[in-house]
């Protein structure tokens, strides 16, 4: 509408009146919906992410409490290329942390289609294996790297549930039989007990830094540096994990707007997001972050380097036939920060994804045929204008815009972070 001259005031007041009123239904409109989708009449506030310094609010493990202390020596270490002291090749000693495929820029998730750890090159989208290594001396991921964010609301870690005892892996005795297992404890603290194994990193050269020597005394008062590795790198994975616990999208849209902000979320936001809580999309994702502790087969196809059998999911872990194909079902804020999508990386836009789901017509065909879909993998028969309402809240209306609230101001041992190879260095500015 132009409007102009004396008839301004009225036709645009009219015009934002309406516009106004059409936002505010909208807004009703998806409170009746959201509370019909939560369960046992708990309202908005079943999928309200608490704030992070919240702490008695976030899901723990009662092995490991979150406290302060934790949580600081935990951010610290999460981001430390100093712990990458044991790389295949000697070149590449002390060049990356958790962060370097858990970047807080891209959704604590690589943005990339293999996550490359020590002997990769470069930051951010630019990274890229090392040219002049062998594909054998690099650290690499067979499928998608899952996001840390909001993980405190999964209880077990990786696409086929693999780490952890406890949900659905609590009466799993085949699952508990895992080396990493024998902890007894929760996905989020066994997944960095692992990592720390597995990216063949530790602690041998951060030992003798005092500010690390004060930070682990504050958060294990009752235990003391003992020097021993396995004892230390679990202290140091409680501590990780008392850190991913507290990345949260609690600044999103969706998110303000759950907390009483009705203008938080654009009137095409709303629109979307009636249609993912009124739809089969929120029967999967539920919950403050959007997630679930299940497994299901949408029939995503593999990732293209995938040589490890990670392909038939959590049935490679189970070795039940029923539960082949079926992989955890993820978090969905801040998918729009990093690409590309699905277990295999078989998605590059969000808007690919919502199109696949609306016509539910599976990418493995091995999924359909073994008769183990999703039952809530069906047409949502969408038409073009409801698939941009969906894409548009998935992408902005679940996007925190403000993660890097999480980062440290420095680490400790005085290194780049997160990454420290001469490319990343040279990319971030550090020398």
Same mark, same amino acid.
């Given at each position: 509408?132009t ?13 934002y009146a ?12 998806l ?21 992070s ?20 020596l ?19 000693w ?22 490359l ?48 005892v ?41 030992a ?11 958060? +294990? ?30 600044q ?61 999911g ?29 277990h295999?990386?078989? +998605? ?9 789901l ?27 204008e ?46």
């Amino acid at each position: 509408m132009t409007c102009i001259i004396n008839i301004w005031d009225f036709n645009c007041g009219i015009a934002y009146a309406l516009k106004s009123e059409s936002t505010e239904v909208l807004s009703q409109e998806l409170k009746q919906i959201i509370k019909t989708a939560a369960p046992n009449n708990q309202g908005l506030n079943y999928f309200i992410l608490p704030e992070s310094s919240e702490l008695d609010k976030i899901p723990a493990d009662p092995q490991n409490p979150i406290t302060p202390a934790k949580i600081q020596l935990g951010q610290f270490l999460f981001h430390e290329t100093a712990l990458s002291i044991n790389p295949i090749n000697k070149k590449h000693w002390q060049q990356s942390s958790c962060a370097t495929c858990h970047l807080a820029q891209a959704g604590f998730r690589p943005n990339l289609a293999q996550g490359l750890g020590t002997g990769g090159l470069g930051w951010n989208k630019q990274r890229h294996r090392d040219p002049e290594v062998s594909p054998t001396e690099i650290d690499k991921q067979d499928v998608l790297v899952p996001s840390v964010l909001n993980g405190a609301y999964q209880e077990v870690k990786m696409w086929d549930g693999r780490l952890g005892v406890a949900g659905a892996n609590a009466k799993e005795e085949l699952i508990k039989s895992n080396d990493v297992n024998r902890y007894q404890l929760h996905g989020l603290e066994t997944q960095p007990i692992d990592g720390l194994a597995f990216h063949k990193m530790g602690l041998a050269a951060i030992a003798q830094i005092p500010e690390y020597q004060k930070l682990f005394a504050q958060a +294990f008062p009752d235990r003391p540096y003992v020097g021993v590795q396995e004892e230390d790198n679990k202290r140091a994975a409680l501590a990780i994990a008392a850190y991913e616990r507290t990345l949260l999208a609690n600044q999103a849209p969706l998110q303000k707007w759950l907390k009483g902000d009705e203008k938080a979320m654009s009137a095409q936001e709303i629109k979307g997001a009636k249609i993912f809580f009124s739809s089969t999309c929120v029967q999967c994702h539920t919950g403050p972050a959007l997630s679930g502790k299940d497994f299901r087969a949408v029939g995503f196809a593999d990732h293209p380097n995938d040589f490890s059998g990670l392909n038939l999911g959590r049935g490679a872990v189970t070795k039940r036939p029923e539960d082949d194909f079926k992989f955890k079902v993820p978090q969905l804020y801040n998918l729009a920060d990093s690409s590309p999508y699905g277990h295999g990386a078989s +998605f590059q836009t969000i808007r690919e994804i919502v199109e696949y789901l609306n016509k539910a017509e599976p990418q493995k065909l091995e999924a359909k045929y073994a008769g183990i879909l999703s039952p809530w993998f069906k047409p949502l028969h969408l038409n073009p204008e409801q698939v941009n309402d969906l894409t548009a809240f998935l992408e902005t209306g679940l996007r925190d815009p403000n993660l890097t609230r999480y980062l440290p101001k420095h680490i400790p041992s005085g290194l780049c972070f997160p990454n420290n190879d001469p490319e990343s260095r040279k990319q971030l500015g550090c020398n």
